[in-house]
Nanobody
Framework: QVHLVESGGGLVQPGGSLRLSCSAS????????MGWFRQSPGKEREFVAA????????YYSDSVKGRFTIARDNAKNTVYLQMNSLNAEDTAVYFC????????????????WGQGTQVTVSS
């Protein structure tokens, strides 16, 4: 069982940056591939980024590639999402996810989800 808690969301101006954090409970954080998803009102949840257990492999959606960076610190049981050059289309609730399968699997779905943190990009 993994309990995930996101933080770091908020209001930011277009072009600005935010860093989301996701803290995981449990002794086996390094056993899970981790991911970030987001959901905007009226839209389906979409994949944003994923990272392998060791952190050596990452995946990004085309919409965030080059602007967002996913990283993890297994010693701190935490995964991060650094978001730069934010625009209005990035406004959404961002969810942290953990999957016991491969990093490719967690780009599509996950075993555990956080409660989400709101990111609003507006002037």
């Amino acid at each position: 069982q993994v309990h995930l808690v996101e933080s770091g969301g908020g209001l930011v101006q277009p072009g600005g940056s935010l860093r989301l954090s996701c803290s995981a409970s449990g002794r086996t954080f390094s056993s899970y591939a981790m991911g970030w998803f987001r959901q905007s009102p009226g839209k389906e949840r979409e994949f944003v980024a994923a990272i392998s257990r060791s952190g050596s492999i990452t995946y990004y959606s085309d919409s965030v590639k080059g602007r967002f960076t996913i990283a993890r610190d297994n010693a701190k049981n935490t995964v991060y999402l650094q978001m730069n050059s934010l625009n209005a289309e990035d406004t959404a609730v961002y969810f942290c996810a953990a999957g016991g399968g491969s990093v490719v699997t967690v780009t599509k779905n996950a075993d555990y989800w956080g409660q989400g943190t709101q990111v609003t990009v507006s002037s």
